[in-house]
């Protein structure tokens, strides 16, 4: 069956004056299928929404081409709508005008516009509130008017971008059922739904496909089918195997593991993630890593991520970056979905607080970052730098944004490890001085 959309090649970057160009995601080949739920996780920094963007029109892609059924498009798509994370209504208006909003803004007569909003209002559960405004709304009610809004123009893909990440834990549960009720029983006007999220276990309970992505920049890791039946129960074997599955890729960046049989099915590996000229620093404090050590010695020195993320109630952002942190120190192993104390992090994890200083500082010269860093400040002889000189270090490899935040964490990370401090007043790391007595300059050696 051909596709509905379908990306070729497309990729998008960001230029300076300089010349240079940072990649926020990565030449792409996407394509999204009649009668399928396509969910598209990843971290932050993995360009889901951009490519979400990309597809809907509201982006140009800086290369390759997006075709709708076949033919090539640029601008806007007429016959598509989005579900934003926030819920994007006019205070203004009452319900039935928010969702006749667009309608009007088609030309759709008003006798068709109330007939259709009607019909869209009562299958999402909001008959009676036609003439409620958006402020007498709870949470859940503003996002069913978001969801009936977008419908009422009888799109042929639904683009949904973390449509429930602003909800509490039951009113988002409740939301997703509903969205499988209306799409299980034909009830939604439209052929594909295309779902941005971070959260793995919304994604296996919504998705007929799974798409993987890997950031920095943003890439297909894996694309696979989800073959658990419908209604899926988070407490099901093949469920929790097909997170695992997705967790084990995203904390195994180079390579793709074998799916789990009868759980998912490969329809795209991706390949393997190339090693990055500058290795980015995970945003993680010192404090959380330590958290993590700990939490796992008290688990025997082990523990699925799975459980660990459901335990701890932790999305992707939150726990990946500790996860990786952790093991760029030496401190943690994860294979196949599970996270495993090394000796190292043993020894750290029940250590006391001066130990795991000294343990940190070991660990911590081994990261490309802080080594450069340390190595710069140590070959100064007055033993400071200004932050300029590793600004001007990292924006060939990232984005302002990204710098600032690899920098703030490079901070955190050598104050706790007494290698090197930073003042804001002058804009300069340095080496404090009863540190910097006890070592000699040393010739710099850029990564």
């Not at 892609?61 to 709708?68: K, R, T, V």
């Not at 007494?418 to 850029?446: C, H, M, N, W």
């Amino acid at each position: 069956m051909p596709p509905i959309i379908e990306a070729r090649k497309v990729e998008k970057f960001y230029g300076d004056p300089g010349g240079t160009h940072i990649q926020v995601v990565a030449p792409t080949d996407l394509a999204v299928y009649p009668n399928e739920i396509l969910a598209v996780l990843g971290p932050s920094g993995s360009g889901k929404s951009t490519l979400l963007r990309m597809l809907t029109g509201l982006s140009e892609p800086s290369a390759g081409e997006i075709l709708w059924h076949e033919k090539p498009v640029h601008g806007p798509r007429a016959n598509v709508s989005i579900v934003f994370q926030s819920f994007a209504l006019f205070p203004w208006l009452t319900v039935l005008d928010n969702v006749q909003a667009p309608l009007k803004a088609l030309g759709v007569p008003m006798p068709e516009r109330m007939k259709r909003s009607l019909r869209v209002l009562d299958s999402v559960g909001l008959d009676g509130f036609e003439g409620a405004f958006p402020k007498e709304l709870s949470g859940g009610m503003k996002q069913r008017v978001g969801f009936a809004r977008a419908l009422v123009v009888e799109p042929e893909v639904l683009f949904m971008d973390e449509p429930f990440s602003a909800l509490d834990v039951l009113t988002a549960e409740n939301l997703r059922n509903e969205l499988l009720e209306l799409w299980g029983d034909h009830k939604m006007p439209t052929k594909a739904i295309f779902l941005v999220t971070h959260n793995i276990e919304e994604a296996v309970l919504l998705a007929d496909r799974v798409i993987v992505l890997g950031k920095n920049p943003g890439r297909i890791r894996a694309d696979f089918k989800v073959f658990v039946p419908r209604p899926r129960d988070h407490k099901d074997s093949r469920f929790t195997h097909t997170v695992d599955y997705i967790y084990t890729i995203l904390t195994q960046p180079d390579v793709v593991p074998a799916p789990h049989p009868g759980a998912v099915e490969p329809a795209i590996a991706g390949a393997p993630q190339t090693r990055q000229p500058y290795p980015m620093l995970p945003h993680a404090r010192p404090g959380g890593i330590t958290g993590i050590l700990e939490l796992l010695l008290d688990r025997n020195g082990h523990d699925d991520i799975h459980r660990l993320a459901n335990d701890l109630f932790f999305e992707i952002d939150d726990l990946l970056p500790l996860l990786e942190a952790a093991a760029l120190l030496g401190f943690l192993a994860v294979r196949e979905g599970d996270a495993e104390l090394t000796p190292e992090g043993r020894e750290f994890a029940e250590a006391d607080i001066l130990q795991r200083k000294d343990l940190f500082r070991k660990a911590a010269q081994n990261v490309p970052l802080i080594r450069q860093i340390t190595r710069s400040l140590e070959s100064k002889g007055d033993r400071s730098i200004s932050e300029e000189f590793f600004h001007d270090m990292l924006e060939e490899h990232f984005s302002d944004d990204e710098v600032k935040r690899q920098l703030d964490t490079a901070t955190h990370w050598g104050r706790y490890a007494e290698l090197f401090d930073y003042d804001a007043t002058t804009g300069r790391f340095y080496i404090p001085k009863e540190a910097s007595e006890e070592v000699p300059p040393q010739e710099v050696s850029i990564e």
